[in-house]
Nanobody
């Protein structure tokens, strides 16, 4: 059973960049697809990006395409989310998630992910 821990959140002005990290432990990370979700106050959890477990195939939510980049390093059991050109509407708690799958594919639905981190806050001011 994998445990996930996010880091790298913080405060940033609009137009700036942040890099979020997700450290996985307790399992072989290459067995899991990974993803990032976010939740703003009063809103539902939203898919941000997903990455397949071996080939690194990626998928992005429409609101972050071209600005955010998801990546992973299976040797280090790490996943990353690079956030560029930040906007105030990117504010929220960002969650790292992992899904048990035998397939090398991405997923965008939260219910497909079995494991979740505690989240890291990202605040973008205008």
């Amino acid at each position: 059973q994998v445990q996930l821990a996010e880091s790298g959140g913080g405060w940033m002005q609009a137009g700036g960049s942040l890099r979020l990290s997700c450290a996985a432990s307790g399992g072989t990370f290459s067995y899991y697809g990974a993803g990032w979700f976010r939740q703003a106050p009063g809103k539902e959890r939203q898919f941000v990006a997903g990455i397949s477990r071996v080939s690194g195939r990626t998928m992005y939510g429409d609101s972050v395409k071209g600005r955010f980049t998801i990546s992973r390093d299976n040797a280090k059991s790490m996943a990353y989310l690079q956030l560029n050109s930040l906007k105030p509407e990117d504010t929220g708690v960002y969650y790292c998630a992992a899904r048990t799958t035998r397939y090398d594919e991405t997923a965008y639905r939260a219910e497909e992910y079995n494991y979740w981190g505690q989240g890291t806050q990202v605040t973008v001011s205008s």
